[in-house]
């Protein structure tokens, strides 16, 4: 059985920074890619960041570069989110996925459809 976990969320200050930590255990394939997304109550799960097989980085809005840092290490199957500079719209629930590769598909995985093993997530709450 595939389990997802991540941890790490609270309340913090802006300005202050915060590092989320996803595992994944059971899933027996070799190559997976591992994201981040994030929802906030009445509004889509938006991609935030992800790992791919590779062990590329990718970040879903180009934005997040500036103060999210995604990582992963691959033989302890752990993946983490680095978020510098908070704000008060990074309040959200996050969420760690795992999706293995798709057959002839070279796209971004960026969508909720792409992953098929989830976290029940892991809340962050900035309060200003």
């Known amino acids: 059985q595939v389990q997802v976990a991540e941890s790490g969320g609270g309340l913090v200050q802006a300005g202050e920074s915060l590092r989320l930590t996803c595992t994944v255990s059971?899933?027996?394939?070799?190559?997976?890619?591992m994201a981040w997304f994030r929802q906030v109550p009445g509004k889509e799960r938006e991609g935030v960041s992800y790992?791919?097989?590779?062990?590329?980085?990718?970040y879903c809005v180009e934005s997040m570069k500036a103060r999210f840092t995604v990582s992963r290490d691959p033989i302890e199957k752990i993946m983490y989110l680095q978020i510098h500079s908070l704000v008060s719209e990074d309040t959200a629930m996050y969420y760690c996925?795992?999706?293995?590769?798709?057959?002839?598909?070279?796209?971004?995985?960026?969508?909720?459809?792409?992953?098929?093993?989830w976290g029940r997530g892991t809340q962050v709450t900035v309060s200003s």
């Open positions: 996925a795992a999706a293995l590769p798709r057959p002839g598909y070279i796209g971004v995985y960026c969508s909720v459809s792409d992953y098929a093993y």
């Open positions: 059971g899933l027996k394939a070799e190559h997976y890619s």
């Open positions: 790992v791919a097989w590779t062990n590329d980085e990718y």
